[in-house]
């Protein structure tokens, strides 16, 4: 196909919406008005193929201006809301693609990446013209672009999770998109939407930016956190930038001074370097005055400077020489050449006194090393030089792990979580026993340490010994720690460690466990449920009707049908009556499947007219041994209450309903009534069989159960129970409560679902 004539399918004011911008590092964050397109002159071709030439001198001129102009025709004349031409747009990432030397592809990507999205281009055309291999690229941003990650929790989780396999496939979609998401961020001030501008800058500070950080490009990252802190806490950050304007020349000229001491002292010993000092960002100031809590006063190093030597021999003598001629400030010394980062950072930093008394943080480095700092995987792709590297290896490995973890199957808010876990932490080294290293967020613990190793190290984990001495399991490790793990066979996770663990594989790896755990409870639970149910019927449970029940339910498998009920998300009735449509029919049958032999029997109360029809109260749960009133509710006929149930105290204004009735002489004896309790228990394993236990000893029947209330620690369960009377009830309550693994039981006056607990009967 052509290079398309028509009009492009989306007009540029709306594009505009799509693709964001503000002006870069505006400490206020106000919409920028729209200029002219004039005022903007766009890159030429030879200005771009000439950028790439420059650190790649066999590129493909030919392709470059042919992507060129295929790009400016194909959006033809659609603009961005600041005015520009919308091939403004495009031609910036790619620059944004050649400060990172990216290659061919990458550019002609970066020039290509909107047309399918926003004109008539499609990949079939893209293929023709350019290849598989870019337009296999250009598909994978335009759909990262077309699930655009929204507010919403589910939905940007879901598209995170696509955002990461996109990655897994070729980190290059990455770096466009974030190249896109830079350019973006640049012109943000032009959205007039300002809650539009507040999601897009969250997004970036949540998303991208540690996803810059991750692999290794650094500058990308603070660029990205700086424009997004512009636009969430302007105020903030113009006091900041403030009072950085207030050292004025004064700042300049002192990192100037600075930068020349440093530079003399590494020369009198020999050592050629390149020295440069900035003041830190905006952004990264906040970050460290809002962490250390200390106010701007307080914050000394604010000026960071970076020494480029040319040999990793050289990076150790250029700190001994800091350190020898200034004051070293203890716990910021960090080796990263000797443990490089996950994502191939290596350096070596340090924190001095340095020249007038200056608190300064000084990055020692070679140019490789720089390269990789400045540019993270870009520096060393394994497509560009087709071999694989220890360092592009670890550059990697965090979107490996990530990967596998998206495989086995959490649920996308939970893989959200564990790929920000693992994003934004810094690192600590730990070794084996073997003397393997380790790399591990900071405040990782021993648990962590396992999981990190193997799966099954973690979930038999019992104990660990740090540096021989044995610790508690939540212990943070540090820097250098040799960690041994103590391990038992059968031994399993404590729901406790999902408190304290920061790995996301740790806490996937809990969280997995412990659900498989409840599910094997749930489904034994229901089971026995079933039999009981099935067997008052004079009915045998098999899997084989239990199968016909899971397809007519539309769940996968017999365990399912178990599961549920074993959970109280399905009656056992339900169940029953699904087996036997016939049982529906009978009108003397309780709903609860537990009909006692030889028939029904009603409940005895006194006070009421021979023949009325009456039921328990759904509100209070009354049982033989409360004090009970009668209330003659229109439809219902008579409704029995507690007396201290507050359903009465509504019926103050109509106490000639009232009705003074009392339980019969054998009412206990006749047939089960009905109570609610709210059980809680230790999240642990056996718990809930414990339960169930302890009310079949003492002559209980579990009518219905739910899980009202979960979290790390523990369970409660709200569990309607059949019971003779209240002494029943107390006698089984008091059992609950001294059993170990019961943290408190209560009865409950609270509603009743609509499970048909209460009992309907007809005065005789």
């Not at 000084?362 to 700092?373: P, S």
Request: aromatic share 6%; with cysteine; hydrophobic share 40%.
């Amino acid at each position: 196909m052509s290079v398309p004539t028509q009009p492009a399918k989306t007009p540029g004011a709306v594009k505009a919406q799509t693709h964001p911008g503000a002006p870069p590092l505006t400490p206020a964050s106000t919409p920028v008005p729209a200029r002219s397109a004039a005022k903007r002159r766009l890159m030429r071709q030879t200005e771009l193929v000439d950028r790439v030439k420059a650190y790649d001198p066999d590129a493909d001129e030919g392709l470059l201006n042919k992507a060129y102009v295929y790009a400016m025709t194909a959006h033809g004349k659609q603009f961005r809301a600041s005015g520009d031409p919308y091939f403004a747009h495009p031609l910036e990432v790619a620059a944004i693609l050649t400060d990172l030397k990216l290659d061919v592809p990458s550019i002609v990507t970066a020039l290509l990446h909107d047309t399918v999205e926003d004109t008539y281009v499609t990949i079939d055309d893209v293929t023709k013209n350019f290849g598989d291999e870019i337009a296999g690229l250009v598909d994978g941003v335009t759909k990262l672009s077309q699930l655009e990650l929204f507010s919403e929790r589910t939905k940007q989780a879901e598209n995170f999770r696509k955002l990461m396999l996109a990655m897994s496939n070729d980190i290059r979609v990455l770096l466009v998109k974030l190249a896109d998401r830079l350019h973006n961020m640049r012109t943000l001030g032009y959205i007039e939407k300002p809650e539009k501008r507040r999601r897009i800058a969250q997004e970036t500070l949540d998303i991208y930016a540690p996803l810059a950080g991750r692999i290794g490009m650094q500058n990308m990252r603070e660029e990205l956190e700086d424009l997004a802190f512009a636009e969430l806490d302007p105020d903030a950050r113009s006091s900041i930038v403030t009072r950085l304007e207030r050292f004025g020349e004064s700042l300049g000229s002192r990192i100037d001074r600075i930068t020349i001491e440093i530079k003399r002292k590494l020369a009198e010993h020999g050592i050629d370097a390149w020295v440069y000092g900035r003041a830190k960002r905006p952004y990264s100031i906040w970050r460290k005055l809002k962490e250390k809590q200390l106010n701007f006063e307080q914050l000394a190093d604010v000026l960071g400077f970076r020494v480029i030597v040319k040999t990793q021999d050289d990076c150790y003598r250029a700190l001994g020489v800091m350190h020898g001629t200034w004051r070293m400030i203890p716990e910021r010394f960090k080796d990263f050449i000797s443990n490089p980062k996950t994502n191939g950072y290596r350096s070596i930093h340090t924190t001095v006194i340095g020249p007038e008394q200056q608190r300064v943080e000084v990055q020692i480095r070679t140019q490789e090393m720089h390269d990789i700092a400045e540019r993270g995987v870009a520096a060393h792709w394994r497509y560009r030089e087709n071999v694989e590297g220890e360092s592009t290896d670890a550059a990697l490995a965090w979107l490996r792990d990530m990967v596998d973890l998206l495989e086995r199957g959490d649920s996308a808010e939970e893989f959200l979580e564990h790929s920000r876990l693992n994003m934004y932490q810094d690192q600590v080294f730990c070794f084996t026993p073997k003397g393997m290293l380790i790399s591990l967020p900071r405040g990782a613990t021993p648990i962590d340490f396992a999981y990190t190793v193997h799966t099954d190290l973690g979930n038999q984990t019992v104990g660990a010994k740090v540096n021989g001495v044995h610790v508690p399991l939540h212990t943070p490790l540090r820097n250098g720690d040799q960690v041994e793990i103590i391990k038992q066979k059968g031994s399993t996770p404590s729901p406790l460690w999902e408190q304290f663990v920061v790995t996301g594989r740790a806490r996937a790896e809990i969280r997995r466990f412990l659900k498989h755990a409840q599910r094997d409870e749930n489904v034994k639970f229901g089971r026995q449920i079933l039999a009981k149910t099935f067997a008052d019927e004079r009915n045998e449970l098999t899997d084989k009707a239990i199968d016909a029940v899971a397809k007519k339910l539309r769940l996968a498998k017999a365990e399912d049908v178990y599961a549920e009920v074993g959970r109280g998300a399905l009656r056992a009735n339900e169940v029953l009556e699904t087996v036997f449509p016939e049982l529906k029919k009978d009108p003397t049958r309780k709903k609860t499947g537990y009909a006692p032999a030889g028939g029904r029997k009603q409940i005895s109360i006194r006070g009421l007219t021979e023949g009325i029809s009456y039921k328990l109260g759904q509100c209070c749960h009354p049982l033989p041994g409360d004090r009970i009133v009668g209330l003659v509710t229109p439809g219902e006929g008579v409704v029995i209450h507690t007396i201290d149930c507050a359903e009465l105290e509504n019926a103050q204004s109509s106490m000639a309903d009232w009705l003074d009735v009392t339980w019969g002489t054998h009412a206990a004896e006749t047939d089960a009534s009905v109570a609610r309790i709210l059980v809680r228990v230790k999240n642990e394993p056996g718990s809930l069989a414990a339960v169930m236990t302890v009310i079949a000893a003492n002559g209980g029947n579990i009518f219905n159960l739910h899980t009202a209330n979960r979290n790390a620690l523990f369970f409660e369960f709200s569990i309607d129970i059949e019971v003779r009377d209240v002494a029943h009830l107390q006698n089984i309550i008091g059992a609950l409560r001294v059993n170990a693994v019961v943290e408190s039981v209560d009865r409950v006056r609270g509603p009743n679902d609509p499970s048909g607990a209460a009992t309907a009967a007809t005065s005789g």
